[in-house]
């Protein structure tokens, strides 16, 4: 499965650093959408606030650099002392975010089709 690690999060709004990693310290993306992602990190910010992002996502034995921009849609508390922080991204490497969507699609029917076949549901 494709992996996707935020290295850098800037609220431009207050111009505040939501998160600053490096090599050895990074975010993990836990959820994607096509124009959207969402990770977990102290909130900085309120919603409709503007950020910029950078990261790096691992696919296929590749990794690809990306940089972002959009604005906070939502941050709720989770059960850690972070926030559960989703972005809305307005400027992004389309192309690069689809094959990232259509990746994680077919590596999910391919897991899918092992869990099918082992409870049995393909027995006609």
């Known amino acids: ?39 977990h990190a102290p909130a900085q910010g309120r919603v409709g606030h503007q950020v910029e992002l950078s990261g790096t996502v691992l696919m296929n034995k590749k990794t690809f650099k990306f940089e972002a921009t959009g604005k906070i849609a939502a941050i709720e508390p989770d059960e850690t002392e972070s926030n559960r922080i989703e972005i809305h991204l307005h400027q992004f490497d389309k192309v690069l975010w689809k094959n990232l969507i259509l990746q994680i699609k077919e590596d999910r029917g391919r897991l899918e089709k092992v869990f099918s076949s082992m409870r049995g549901d393909d027995e006609a």
């Open 1 to 39: 499965m494709p992996t996707v690690e935020l290295t850098h999060v800037r609220n431009l709004t207050t111009q505040t650093d939501i998160f600053k990693g490096d090599a050895k310290k990074c975010l993990d993306v836990v959820d994607l959408s096509p124009s959207s992602l969402v990770f």
